[in-house]
């Protein structure tokens, strides 16, 4: 084992993947190929890689009191994620679309509100906490651990939280993403697809994938997942960089965020 305790704090929502052969046109019908469902988002995909790099990992999330939440707690069982779930009331469990092109691209429509989990959280002690989203409070708590990592889509949160962030994560072309230098971050590392991207302004390279891409959803929270663990089990950035390409690029030949992350060799 690798003797890194990990956890996630962030949302879950109950995906609906349709493979199609293109993103339908206005007032278009196409017809899916495939059809499937996964508990998934940001929380359930880093905390899944997580569980594969470390043997197990703790998610703390929030779900509707409803028939959807108690399938997906027991489906991220089976994946090998510990969930600790709170249950606002009167609030469904998020629901989302997702169309898988051709290409391997993924167009998501997101239905609901996102449920954060919220602080404070009992996060003494871990070796790595991830903070995908939830409140100030919830980020307090996560930097109780040794190694905190988030991700770039919750900057105002982080802001407000005033804490020190050792891994700031994001992508370099989504606008919801881009970074401000606002935040009080050791490392800020900002993805660029196939071109590789940066990490504290110095390049770095993608791996390329071991076979045809067949989904991207889940490669970027993959890749961050596993540069998180490597920097909190002590590699140095370049070696962490490479473990992080190489999760990313395991992704893009699999059917969903699930059947081909990166696992180590144990």
Same mark, same amino acid.
């Given at each position: 084992?690798?003797?890194?305790?990990?956890?996630?704090?962030?949302?879950?929502?109950?995906?609906?993947?349709?493979?199609?052969?293109?993103?339908?046109?206005?007032?278009?019908?196409?017809?899916?190929?495939?059809?499937?469902?996964?508990?998934?988002?940001?929380?359930?995909?880093?905390?899944?890689?997580?569980?594969?790099?470390?043997?197990?990992?703790?998610?703390?999330?929030?779900?509707?009191?409803?028939?959807?939440?108690?399938?997906?707690?027991?489906?991220?069982?089976?994946?090998?994620?510990?969930?600790?779930?709170?249950? *606002?009331?009167?609030? *469904?469990?998020?629901?989302?679309?997702?169309?898988?092109?051709?290409?391997?691209?993924?167009?998501?429509?997101?239905?609901?509100?996102?449920?954060?989990?919220?602080? *404070?959280?009992?996060?003494?002690?871990?070796?790595?906490?991830?903070?995908?989203?939830?409140?100030?409070?919830?980020?307090?708590?996560?930097?109780?651990?040794?190694?905190?990592?988030?991700?770039?889509?919750?900057?105002?949160?982080?802001?407000?939280?005033?804490?020190?962030?050792?891994?700031?994560?994001?992508?370099?072309?989504?606008?919801?993403?881009?970074?401000?230098?606002?935040?009080?971050?050791?490392?800020?590392?900002?993805?660029?697809?196939?071109?590789?991207?940066?990490?504290?302004?110095?390049?770095?390279?993608?791996?390329?994938?071991?076979? *045809?891409?067949?989904?991207?959803?889940?490669?970027?929270?993959?890749?961050?997942?596993?540069?998180?663990?490597?920097?909190?089990?002590?590699?140095?950035?370049?070696?962490?960089?490479?473990?992080?390409?190489?999760?990313?690029?395991?992704?893009?030949?699999?059917?969903?965020?699930?059947?081909?992350?990166?696992?180590?060799?144990?």
């Amino acid at each position: 084992m690798c003797g890194v305790r990990a956890a996630v704090v962030g949302h879950v929502e109950v995906v609906e993947f349709a493979r199609v052969p293109r993103w339908p046109a206005s007032g278009e019908i196409i017809h899916a190929t495939d059809v499937w469902s996964e508990p998934a988002g940001g929380g359930a995909v880093v905390a899944r890689q997580l569980a594969l790099l470390a043997g197990r990992c703790e998610l703390f999330t929030a779900f509707g009191d409803d028939e959807q939440g108690r399938s997906a707690v027991r489906r991220l069982a089976e994946l090998g994620v510990d969930v600790h779930a709170q249950t *606002p009331p009167a609030a *469904p469990t998020r629901h989302a679309w997702t169309h898988i092109d051709d290409r391997g691209e993924r167009t998501i429509t997101v239905l609901g509100e996102k449920l954060l989990p919220a602080g *404070p959280l009992p996060l003494d002690g871990y070796d790595l906490v991830f903070f995908v989203s939830g409140d100030v409070e919830a980020v307090r708590s996560a930097r109780k651990a040794h190694f905190l990592a988030a991700t770039l889509r919750e900057q105002p949160t982080l802001h407000d939280a005033g804490v020190t962030i050792d891994l700031l994560v994001g992508s370099a072309s989504d606008p919801g993403e881009r970074y401000d230098g606002s935040l009080d971050a050791r490392l800020v590392v900002l993805t660029d697809g196939p071109n590789g991207g940066t990490a504290n302004g110095e390049p770095f390279h993608a791996v390329d994938p071991v076979g *045809p891409v067949v989904d991207t959803y889940g490669a970027g929270d993959s890749f961050a997942a596993a540069l998180a663990f490597a920097l909190a089990r002590g590699d140095e950035p370049a070696r962490a960089l490479d473990l992080a390409a190489r999760a990313g690029a395991a992704v893009l030949t699999g059917r969903g965020p699930y059947s081909s992350q990166l696992a180590l060799q144990r």
